[in-house]
């Protein structure tokens, strides 16, 4: 059976030593967070996912959800128990603003804790996930009722939240919408159409149910531009806060899909629901987006949590799994065979992965860290230039995270060889459930357009150059450093290839479109790796100076990092080079083909 070790000594190093945490204790929430409360913190949640979370991932998966005759929707055994230790535990008001009953605490907390219970169990973590997205949306567009009404319960974790943009005919194409709103007499709506594909749509795990619905009021204007977002909850509320009469929302059937089998994906309709308009008539998709963005860096969070946890189960495999011998000679000479991890193969496999891992848990934290400067500095300019890299760096950590998440589960499984592609190893469990992270909170192609169409030319791109100098500003103060060089040299190559990509975007894609979308993809990535390169130069920088001061017990931790900054800057990172080819390539090729021949 698989296992699972939260990281909590790395993601201590991370918020501690490269970060350096502590620096922010002038923004609000940051002074409660000291590093001895950060340590307890991070304890406890490690004891949540290994304990409580991670025992029920296989069953779950084995089980999966039920949707009952009177269209009620039971969640796997063991569930609901989980969730409300994990509610009681007061995990779902983490981050949540304190005149709401949350605790006001770091959203980076609340981040580097979702690491960990994502890790443990995707499935079952989905639900309070939507919650918080949902939550996120009524703090800001939500009037002072709205937060009244629902902020409490939802941070306590007594009633969930569910995104409803998708319907049969519209995925990423939201202006093709055709769910309608007829405005009532009392300022309400009824909402009416059919939305698939919504996880956590209905569930047994919670009292109600706070859907945050994108439907058309009548005789609004067609595509994007007519699109309103509504509160639709599964049980009216009254004016007292008590729970009324169940509302026109109910789930018609769940899907029947490849991974998260225990996150219930259902089909929703709604039949003249009651609905309230949440942010401005006509202004739905910014108010969703504020949703959405959160999301998606909860997405990029599960790439990073399920290649972690693949990758733990596969070092171990590899350690204990006997096979052949060392090519250097029997490293085992007293077994008939050598444990499979004196296999360089073996080890390409698992650097890779662990490079990876812990480059991203920084990057995530990192960017967790933007978002906690951006709503909460008091300073104009620090929020600004936070919120600009938040914004441009969001869909890069969706989209190459969850990518990579899904490409380690693969490697991850095959380290065991055949036993990865039997179910009962956990391994194709890890495999099923990460491919999702490509898809969903918008396909990963679109997050490569997000980046290139929209992010990087904002505000003439001020965000991207801030990037950029931030990273060729740390080359250069650290080019004297001997320790240091091996690191910033290769780090500033692929500097160069982003620098050099962005210049021929400007100079190539506003003439010819095309040439931008044959690009993204590669360009998210191209991108991905050197925000990667720069957190593992910041790592090995922080790593350099804690076996200085001589911090023995943390020898080969910190050795340890060393190694594995080295094989990304030797072996992944080279990719800048061929991810720039590509991209200068241009589009005229990749569309030379009539659609016919495809
Ligand atoms: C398990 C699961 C859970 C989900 N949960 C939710 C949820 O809670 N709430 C919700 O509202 N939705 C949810 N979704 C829906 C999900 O967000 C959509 O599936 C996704 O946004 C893509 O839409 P689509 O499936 O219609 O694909 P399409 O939009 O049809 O796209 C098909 C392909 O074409 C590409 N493509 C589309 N347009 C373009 C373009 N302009 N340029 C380049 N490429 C393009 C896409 O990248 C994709 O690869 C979920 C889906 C799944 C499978």
Known sequence: MPVYRAPVGDTLFILNEVLGFERYNNLPGFADATPETIEAILGEAARMAEEVLFPLNYSGDQEGCRRNDDATVSTPTGFKQAYEAYCAAGWTGLAEPEEFGGQGLPYTLHAAVGEYTSAANMS?????????????????????????????????????????????????DLGLLRSKAVPQPDGSYRISGQKIFISAGEHDLTENIVHLVLARIEGAPEGTKGISLFIVPKFLVGEDGALGARNGVTCGAIEHKMGIHANATCVMNYDEATGYLIGAENRGLPAMFVMMNEERVSVGLQGVSIAEVAYQNAAAYARDRIQGRALSGAKAPDRKADPIIVHPDIRRTLMTIRTFNEAGRAFLLWTALQSDIAHRSADDRERQVADDILGLVTPILKGVMT????????????????????????????????????????????????????????????????????????????????????????????????????????????????????????????????????????????????????DGGRTQFLKAKLVTGRFYMERILPETALRRTRIEAGAETMMALPAEVF
Not at 148 to 160: A, D, E, K
Not at 410 to 435: I, K, L, P, T, W
Request: aromatic share 8%.
């Open 124 to 172: 079952l973590m989905m639900y309070p996930g939507l919650t918080q997205g949902a939550m996120a949306a009524i703090v800001v567009h939500g009037t002072e009722a709205q937060k009244r009404t629902y902020l409490p319960n939802m941070v306590q974790g007594r009633w969930s939240g569910a995104m409803n943009l998708t319907e049969p005919h519209c995925g990423t």
């Open 403 to 550: 990518d990579k998440g899904f490409e380690h589960a693969v490697m991850a499984q095959q380290v065991f060889g055949g036993h990865g592609y039997m179910e009962d190893n956990g391994m194709s469990q890890y495999v099923r459930d990460a491919r999702i992270a490509m898809i969903y909170e918008g396909a990963n192609g679109i997050q490569a357009l997000d980046l290139v169409g929209r992010k990087l030319g904002l505000n003439g791109g001020r965000a991207a150059m801030a990037l950029f100098k931030e990273i060729g500003d740390f080359c250069a103060e650290n080019r004297a450093d001997e320790g240091m060089a091996p690191f910033t040299k290769a780090l500033k190559k692929a500097l160069d290839d982003v620098q050099a990509s962005t210049m021929w975007f400007m100079q190539n894609a506003m003439v010819k479109p095309d040439n931008a979308g044959a690009g993204s993809t590669d360009y998210m990535h191209l991108f991905g790796l050197v925000i990667l390169g720069y957190m593992w130069a910041r790592m090995v920088k922080a790593a350099q100076a804690g076996l200085a001061a001589g």
